[in-house]
């Protein structure tokens, strides 16, 4: 199922490392990039290496979170390095997040050579510009989102500048057959309300959860991603009596209309709910 926290832990920080695969997070992104300063970079490369490898001694432990890596900017010699190292390392991780993402061809030669599920991440106007040839640039990748940072930062504006971004790259995973795209991290580490409600209006406008850069924000983020109840019960009721139905569009109890585009939402709204409510992983309760 699409994760609902992606939780990002320095490279060069194996303690945390640790903690984070032992989290309740539904994926962990073991960070070369921005979290690691560039004196540390070799020593983050090892420990990543270190916990992918025993990521795959644990063999069939369907209780381990699935671990990723952001790597530094392919164009970058530290993004060389990066991919070189993934290239052969022993054992792959589930995924590789590319930031800075703006070059489709750029994004299939990583792909190509790492051989995982790629994860573009757009940062830049120019990668906002680009996000439906970057979602649909090769078969590996599996989902784009923004960096609303670095993009800010580009964009030399926030607030409601982001709004178009955030719609762009909502249309073009959608377009390209990926999963709705998680949203930003929320930087205000200690403010979890004003994480939930952000959460809440974000699931609203076509995101599905959240990076995350503390423990303390996964459970709102993953309560955050439930549907709205109302919405989950008037999706069972429908669905439940669609079987009672033959007709291609009907005018339903409540007198809404109800045709094949709304019974396509009411069936994602309860896979939604489904993925979103699924239990604690067993072993990181």
């Not at 926290?5 to 962990?28: C, E, F, Q, T």
């Not at 993934?86 to 997040?97: E, K």
């Not at 970057?134 to 599996?142: E, Q």
């Not at 109840?229 to 009721?237: E, F, I, L, N, Q």
Request: with cysteine; net charge negative; glycine share 8%.
């Amino acid at each position: 199922m699409t994760p609902r926290s992606w939780l990002y832990v320095p490279g060069d920080r194996p303690d945390r490392i640790g903690k984070a695969l032992a989290s309740d997070a539904d994926a962990v992104v073991l960070d070369l990039e921005d979290a690691v300063a560039p004196a540390a970079k070799p020593d983050a490369r090892r420990n990543v290496l270190d916990a992918l490898a025993a990521a795959k001694d644990a063999g069939k432990d369907t209780g381990r979170t699935p671990a990723y890596v952001r790597i530094n900017p392919p164009a970058t010699a530290e993004g060389a390095d990066d991919i070189a190292l993934l290239a052969t390392a022993p054992a792959a991780p589930a995924g590789v997040r590319v930031p800075k993402c703006e070059d489709p061809g750029e994004l299939r030669r990583v792909a190509d050579t790492l051989g995982v599920p790629v994860f573009p991440i757009l940062e830049s106007a120019l990668g906002v510009e680009n996000a439906l040839l970057l979602a649909t640039a090769h078969p590996l990748v599996a989902g784009i989102s923004l960096g609303e940072a670095d993009l800010a930062a580009d964009l030399r504006a926030g607030g409601e500048a982001l709004a178009w971004p955030r719609s762009r790259v909502v249309v073009a995973a959608r377009a390209a057959g990926l999963p709705s795209p998680p949203q930003s991290v929320w930087t205000a580490v200690r403010d979890l309300d004003g994480l939930r409600a952000d959460t809440v209006a974000g699931r609203r406008a076509g995101f599905f959860g959240r990076s995350v850069i503390h423990p303390a924000q996964i459970p709102v983020v993953h309560e955050a991603s439930v549907p709205d109840p109302d919405d989950v019960a008037w999706a069972r009721d429908l669905m439940s009596r669609l079987a009672e139905r033959g007709d291609a569009a009907w005018i339903d109890s409540s007198g809404r209309f109800v045709d094949k585009a709304v019974v396509e939402r009411a069936a994602w709204l309860l896979e939604a709910a489904e993925s979103a409510a699924r239990p604690v992983k067993e072993g990181h309760k």
